[in-house]
């Protein structure tokens, strides 16, 4: 069952410039911390930005001040705008979500993943 649906990926140069975009159902995104991880190949996935459960917002320090996630509730969809990209950005990147009901357990919900590659 399809749960998260990411968007956005594709071929850039480096120094430009990518928006994904993440669809998730209304139930998980309403109860889920949502976040974005990546994995490049040989490499383990790791996360690259992430809100918290009081809504602020984490970031890897190797994305710091370039990507920046962001959310609409009212499409139950969360972004990364990233800027500045790099080659070593380039990576499947995952939309994640850590469903936490509040009488259930938690639960990680991930989408299939969207390529960026970002060229020299």
């Known amino acids: 069952q399809v749960q998260l649906v990411e968007s956005g990926g594709g071929l850039v140069q480096a120094g430009g410039s990518l928006r994904l975009s993440c669809a998730a159902s209304?139930?998980?995104?309403?109860?889920?911390?949502m976040g974005w991880y990546r994995q490049a190949p040989g490499k383990q996935r790791e996360l690259v930005a992430s809100?918290?459960?009081?809504?602020?917002?984490d970031y890897a320090d190797s994305v710091k001040g370039r990507f920046t996630i962001s959310g609409d509730n009212a499409k139950n969809t969360v972004y990364l705008q990233m800027v500045s990209l790099k080659p070593e950005d380039t990576a499947v990147y995952y939309c994640?979500?850590?469903?936490?009901?509040?009488?259930?357990?938690?639960?990680?919900?991930w989408g299939q993943g969207t390529q960026v590659t970002v060229s020299s």
């Open positions: 809100f918290t459960s009081g809504g602020a917002a």
């Open positions: 994640n979500a850590n469903h936490r009901p509040r009488w259930g357990l938690r639960y990680d919900y």
């Open positions: 209304a139930s998980i995104f309403s109860s889920s911390v």
